[in-house]
């Protein structure tokens, strides 16, 4: 089983991430941002196209090294950062355009997608943007592209407990 944990920044898809893949008996996928951010690349509002295609891919090495897993976060996920780059070159818009596409195309490898809406506000690790209009234009990003797929989507609200609860349901409704 493949799933995918989407959402902005701060949301709390790294706890949902390891506590699912606990209860599954499944390997977590970590989120790139922060692999990338400890070698040195900036991120967030100042991240490049080059970092968001680097994240990208590097995400798309790890879909491929496991059968199952449940992944902090989704293709669609580093789409709609790099979505919001400015003054973008001629070379960078076409990147963006293949990238988006491969990526979309990507999503048809995952059994379940989990949104994770804004519930509460960040909290700063010294890596997420603090900036809630950057976050909240990522939700939207990231709403916006879940309308591009043809995949299951959960979304999941309130306690750790509760959204673990709401995907055994959902994954228990699609075995039935």
């Known amino acids: 089983?493949?799933?995918?944990?989407?959402?902005?920044h701060g949301v709390g898809k790294s706890t949902l991430v390891s506590q699912l893949a606990m209860l599954l008996r499944i390997p977590p996928i970590e989120e790139q941002a922060?692999?990338?951010?400890?070698?040195?690349?900036?991120?967030?509002e100042k991240a490049t196209m080059s970092t968001q295609l680097y994240m990208l891919f590097k995400h798309f090495n790890k879909e491929d090294?496991?059968?199952s897993f449940v992944s902090d976060r989704t293709p669609l996920d580093y789409i709609a950062y790099a979505?919001?780059?400015?003054?973008?070159?001629?070379?960078?818009?076409?990147?963006?355009?293949?990238?988006?596409?491969?990526?979309?195309?990507?999503?048809?490898l995952y059994d379940?997608?989990?949104?994770?809406?804004?519930?509460?506000?960040?909290?700063d690790d010294g890596v997420r943007s603090m900036d809630e209009s950057f976050r909240s234009n990522i939700d939207s990003k990231i709403q916006n592209l879940l309308g591009s797929i043809n995949n299951t989507i959960v979304?999941?609200?309130?306690?750790?407990?509760?959204?673990?609860?709401q995907?055994?349901?959902?994954?228990?409704?699609k075995k039935s």
């Not at 922060?34 to 967030?44: D, I, K, P, Q």
């Not at 979304?155 to 609860?165: A, C, P, W, Y």
Request: charged share 20%.
């Open 1 to 8: 089983m493949r799933i995918g944990i989407v959402g902005t």
């Open 65 to 67: 090294t496991f059968k």
């Open 83 to 108: 979505s919001l780059r400015n003054r973008l070159t001629k070379i960078e818009q076409y990147l963006f355009w293949e990238m988006r596409q491969y990526a979309l195309t990507r999503m048809n």
């Open 112 to 123: 379940f997608i989990v949104y994770v809406p804004i519930e509460f506000g960040v909290e």
């Open 167 to 173: 995907i055994a349901s959902a994954i228990s409704s």
């Open 155 to 165: 979304t999941v609200t309130g306690s750790v407990q509760d959204r673990l609860d």
């Open 34 to 44: 922060r692999v990338v951010h400890g070698e040195g690349f900036e991120l967030n």
